[in-house]
């Protein structure tokens, strides 16, 4: 009966961690979903905007419609802080807050891709795919970077914008090309102004094709 009665309260004390790590895990996605959300409509001053949420709690879809930048897509995804069985799971694979954003230029800006030397080496050969040089390892505010570009010489415009932000390190990938503009990096609450700089710098880039 006290072996019984040991794994009873057991169970229970397990439940109530769970069922508290839901609620916590909840509350911190949806903050950080609309912190996030208000970054980008801050930094992009959308006309018409349109979201669509993953699963609650695990991200969003938007859509927005700009004069500076014409339309612009968003794709942000969570940890999955809501489950503290798979949450140490995903921190273990490496997973972490992401938000992608494609611009769809009205310009036509030169074609570069930059990345992090850290990405897999699949996803590099894909990003380096049909580019037009063979990538150069550069370093910016100490984060070393793969760079590939039309030219052999790295675009100083968008190098003197990355240079500024202390969040350079949480990009993942940097790609332009006359049909689009891409951006993956890792999402931090504690440089959310740095995201909103880099999009703002990268509206007045496009504006002016000077990659």
Known sequence: MAFSTEWFILLFVISLILVWGYHWGVKTNRALMS???????????????????????????????????????????????????????????????RLEVLFTPSGRPRGLVLMSTTLPGR????????????????????????????TDTPGSEIISLLSGLRSVRDIEC???????????????????????????GMIVHLRSASF
């Open 123 to 150: 996803q590099k050969a894909r990003l380096l795919q049909g580019r037009w040089s063979e990538p150069k390892k550069i370093t910016i505010n100490g984060r070393a970077f793969l760079y590939s570009s039309h």
């Open 35 to 97: 912190e996030v959300a208000a970054v980008l409509e801050e930094a992009l001053t959308p006309e018409c905007k349109e979201y669509t949420l993953l699963g609650g709690v695990i991200g969003f879809r938007a859509r927005y419609e700009t004069e500076k930048a014409g339309t612009v897509r968003a794709l942000f995804t969570t940890l999955p802080r809501q489950s503290l069985l798979y949450l140490p799971v995903s921190l273990m694979m490496g997973q972490t807050d």
């Open 174 to 200: 940097l790609t332009v090309s006359p049909e689009e503009v891409f951006i993956r990096l890792r999402t931090s609450r504690k440089r959310l102004n740095d995201l909103k700089t880099l999009l703002q």
